[in-house]
């Protein structure tokens, strides 16, 4: 092999420490760029760009790639180690709850709620300590399984992947489970909040197996996040 063709001590290193990033597509991933930027890291500008095709980013940091992906799929590219770190709301954590993800950090942003939603014109017209069984819409089976198990209701749950404000006046579901941030989508479909099951924000995730088999690399990007976060509130 020429000489030429022979990676540098220093090109070795940084093919051995090398990272992936995953972030999610949508509002978090805005969130993210100051947090970014107080740690130095400068992604292409179409990482933002909800029209770019393009799914692998390369940084400024020659030690880190980010891949964008849809918000629910950051937990098992990490937990399967497709990527080393990503940042995902605790409502993705708590719906797939991976033995194999670390999360370190509340990183404080994508501030929003898990909730419970009914129509406005049924809200509060029936006691639901008295049910035994419900028919919920939702793209969390799992918190909403176990929410209503915790009040001894059996939640029929009909997954949906969006959409969820139709499910009660097109007769698919008696109530939603559904994400609000300000609540104006419920209002603009005749829905109501009636109960918050969780405040969510974004998390820093890690790999396990990563930050076992390489402490120094992963400990390193955590307490970079840690030292952007003191920034931020300073």
């Known amino acids: 092999m020429p000489a030429s063709d022979v990676p540098s001590h220093t090109e070795s290193a940084v093919v051995e420490a090398g ?8 509002r978090i991933l805005a969130d993210c760029e100051p947090l970014l930027a107080r740690m130095g890291i400068t992604p ?3 990482l933002i760009d909800e029209g770019s095709r393009r799914l692998r980013f390369p940084t400024n940091d020659p030690a880190l790639d980010i891949v964008r992906v849809r918000s ?3 937990a098992t590219f990490v937990a399967f180690g497709g990527a080393d770190i990503g940042i995902c709301g605790a409502d993705v954590l708590m719906e797939f709850d991976y033995a194999e993800i670390y999360a370190p950090l509340d990183l404080g942003i994508g501030r929003c709620r898990v909730s419970v939603a009914e129509p406005a014109a049924t ?3 029936d006691d639901s300590a008295r049910w035994s069984r419900v028919r919920v819409a939702s793209k969390y089976p799992n918190i909403a ?3 209503f198990a915790a009040r001894g209701i059996h939640a029929e749950v009909v997954h949906l992947s969006g959409a969820m404000e139709l499910a009660p006046s097109l007769g698919l579901a008696r109530l939603i489970v559904d994400l609000v941030q300000t609540g104006s989508t419920l209002k603009a479909n005749g829905l109501v909040e009636t109960e918050v099951i969780a405040e969510v924000t974004s998390r820093l995730i890690v790999n396990r197996a990563a930050l076992k088999t390489r402490p ?5 990007w955590i307490a970079r996040f840690r030292h952007a976060l003191a920034q931020g509130a300073a």
């Open 44 to 46: 292409p500008a179409d």
């Open 145 to 147: 399984r176990r929410h």
């Open 123 to 125: 809200a509060g017209k």
């Open 216 to 220: 120094e690399v992963i400990g390193a």
């Open 72 to 74: 629910f799929d950051v």
């Open 19 to 26: 990272v992936v990033m995953a972030l999610p597509k949508g």
